[in-house]
């Protein structure tokens, strides 16, 4: 099958050989040239491409570099909280065999001038106690590890125990200072927290007015369903004020209204730092507001719950009761404490009462004297050379168990213990705790909530923050 | 030189006497390409001139004067292939004024390598400008049909005066463009 033939295309057009060739030669050569234009395209490319790639690279390397300084600069933080808490430990150590030393020669005869003297002593080691207790509170707070109390306490009394401490200063001065208490009774909550709230709240508005009025109120609101009740502690000035570029920085720590501050007033700029970070703790906050050269108001609120008022005790009772208790039993302590300052303030705390107290430096000598002079107490020093306290305390528990020996009753003395440290100490078989630096009342307090109900009287237990724990014996 | 510029020259021999006419008149001349010419090749401005000269004696017309309609040619490519220039202008004289900070900006990105005469425009009145034209090529007829293509493109009636400032190896034409009569 053939189709009929397609008609013809008009005869073509003739192009000289000449025009043939040029036109090809054109072609050609603009071939070429696009070729090398291709190839120098793709190196450019390249080129780019490896750009891109090492920018990239930079980019990750500096990114890496980045978390790897965040991370040593998270890692110095950590050291320096670490650091400052052994170290304001460190400090306190000899503080505290300072003070304590201080407190027994206030029990020697002195003359007047020497009292004087003491008593510059006994301030000046408190001022410095409550600088590296702040510092110390700073350090566990950022690094998470502070741990709040939760105890009953009588509310109006820990607001009138800071104006106690601060009226004083305010007469001195001259201010007109007042302090309400509104609605308050027995809470259940952390009142070394709250008065240091407090206290430096009065201290920073009695150290920043020249002159008018320092105003306190304490102000607890009804008690909810729960039993919380909400406090609101006011403290109002008619001092200097603070100026709108230093209120952002108010609250942060060891900012103070300028250099010029420390050298005229002193402190460290913890303070509010501090107080906001506990208001907070504690389900409240801390604010301020001021009107430069007329005044400043700080408002702390915190979260509290009603508690039972306890049956009266009367102040220095327990150190009567302690030395009645003495004259009609005799009580001898074995006390193992390896630092020999704080032998002589354990000494020195006790020598007014007439009982026995034998130390030994370590546990390991301790345990021997247990077994060796059967002691009523004992007090008991958690870090020490050869064995630790709780070593001590478990050897002498397990001894007590096999021979069937009565319970001695030992009492931690810690410095600088936390809450679940204390937990510890009780779980392996301690009875109580004294954190140093030692007061003497605090340590009587303790030996006698641990110590055998005496047959007529029964009164330390009755305590509610007293640990007492029920034994047979 | 730019390839284009000799194939367009090329063309517009080819469409005024015919492609026979041409190829001779290349058969004729001494060139380096023999006469192969592409748009995106390179030549020596030496050719172009060449080839005018030659196109020049064949029809008896002066080379100014055949460079000046190869301008006018030229613009009407211009005007084709890159409509986009001229839209945006409202007068020859914007024209003008963009040639150097705007058409030759984009003549770079196609052929980074490309030598282009150098275009100054000044403002003298609200209706008239100065434009200098410097090169190292002989090209100021060419140019002057540029710029007569360009006003007629735009169909405003105008003025051109010319003044020829060359020396020291350099083409420098002066036009002074005013519209309006
Ligand atoms: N009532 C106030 N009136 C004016 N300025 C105040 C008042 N309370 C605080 N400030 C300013 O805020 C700063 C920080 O107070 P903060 O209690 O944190 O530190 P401090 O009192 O200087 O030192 P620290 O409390 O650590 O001994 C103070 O230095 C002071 O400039
Ligand atoms: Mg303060």
New interface residues.
């Given amino acids: 099958m053939t189709d009929p033939a397609p008609p013809r295309p008009d005869p073509a057009p003739t192009v ?1 050989r ?2 043939y ?7 050609q ?2 071939e070429s ?2 070729e090398a234009k291709s190839r120098e395209l793709y190196v450019v490319n390249q080129r780019l491409m490896r750009q891109a790639e090492a920018l990239e690279q930079a980019v990750r390397d500096r990114t890496a570099d980045l978390e790897a300084a965040r991370a040593q600069a998270e890692a110095a933080s950590a050291a320096k909280s670490v650091f400052l808490a052994s170290m304001s430990h460190e400090i306190r150590t000899p503080l505290n065999g300072v003070l304590g030393m201080a407190a027994a020669l206030g029990d020697t005869p002195l003359s007047v001038a020497q009292r004087d003297m003491l008593a510059v002593i006994i301030d000046s080691g408190d001022m410095l106690l409550s600088v590296l207790n702040d510092i110390l509170d700073l350090s566990k707070i950022e690094a998470g590890r502070f741990e709040l109390e939760d105890v009953p306490f009588d509310l109006a009394e820990a607001v009138r125990s800071v104006e106690r401490m601060h009226a004083l200063k305010a007469e001195e001065k001259g201010l007109d200072f007042g302090v309400q208490v509104r609605g308050a009774g027995w809470v259940r909550g952390d009142p070394n927290r709250l008065r240091q709230v407090l206290g430096n709240l009065v201290s920073n508005a009695i150290k920043f007015t020249e002159r008018g009025l320092v105003r306190v109120l304490a102000d607890l609101s009804p008690p909810d369903a729960a039993g919380g009740v909400l406090l609101r502690l006011v403290v109002a000035d008619t001092g200097q004020g603070i100026g709108d570029d230093r209120m952002a920085q108010l609250f942060t720590p060891y900012a103070q209204g300028g250099p010029a501050v420390a050298r005229q007033y002193g402190g460290t700029g913890l303070g509010l730092s501090i107080a906001r970070q506990f208001c907070r703790m504690m389900g409240g906050d801390l604010t301020a507001e001021s009107r430069p050269g007329f005044g400043s108001t700080f408002t702390a609120t915190v979260r509290l719950a009603v508690a039972e008022a306890p049956p009266l005790a009367q102040p220095g009772a327990v150190e009567r009761d302690f030395a009645e208790r003495l004259r009609r039993q005799p009580l001898s302590i074995l006390a193992a404490e390896d630092n020999g300052t704080n032998q002589l303030v354990l000494k020195g705390l006790l020598r007014r009462f007439d009982l026995r107290v034998d130390i030994v430096p370590n546990g390991r000598v301790a345990v021997e004297a247990w077994h060796r002079d059967r002691p009523d107490l004992i007090l008991m020093d958690v870090q020490m050379p050869l064995m630790n306290g709780i070593e001590a305390t478990q050897a002498i528990r397990r001894a007590e168990a096999e021979a069937r020996r009565p319970r001695t009753p030992i009492i931690a003395l810690s410095a600088n213990a936390m809450r679940h440290q204390i937990e510890e100490y009780l779980a392996v078989g301690m009875d109580g705790n004294v954190t140093k630096p030692i007061r003497r009342a605090e340590l009587i307090e303790a030996i006698v909530a641990v110590l055998p109900r005496p047959a007529p009287a029964a009164r330390a237990c009755d305590r509610p923050d007293a640990v007492c724990t029920p034994r047979a014996g | 030189m730019k390839g284009m510029v000799f194939v367009e020259l090329l063309q517009m021999a080819e469409e005024l006497l015919g ?2 006419v041409v ?1 001779d008149v ?2 004729r001349c001494d060139l380096s ?9 390179n030549y020596p401005c030496s050719e172009l001139m060449t080839l005018v000269q030659a196109f020049s004696s064949h029809v008896g017309t002066p080379v100014p004067e055949l460079q000046r309609r190869f301008g006018h040619w030229m613009h009407a490519r211009f005007v084709k292939s890159y409509p986009g220039f001229f839209t945006d202008k409202p007068d020859a004289l914007s024209m003008f004024e963009s040639i150097e900070d705007e058409v030759h900006v984009e003549v770079r990105k196609l052929y980074p390598d490309v030598e282009l005469p150098r275009f100054e425009t000044e403002r003298i009145a609200d209706q008239a400008l100065r434009l200098t034209y410097r090169s190292s090529r002989p090209l100021s007829d060419f140019c002057h049909g540029l710029v007569e293509a360009c006003l007629d493109h735009y169909g405003q009636p105008a003025q051109v005066a010319r003044r020829d400032l060359s020396g020291g190896g350099e083409s420098v034409a002066e036009f002074t463009v005013r519209l309006g009569g």
Wanted: hydrophobic share 30%; charged share 45%.
């Fill in positions: 000289s000449a025009r060739d040029r036109e090809r030669r054109a072609r050569e603009a040239l696009l | 492609e026979d190829d290349l058969d390409t023999g006469g192969a010419y592409n748009a995106v090749g």
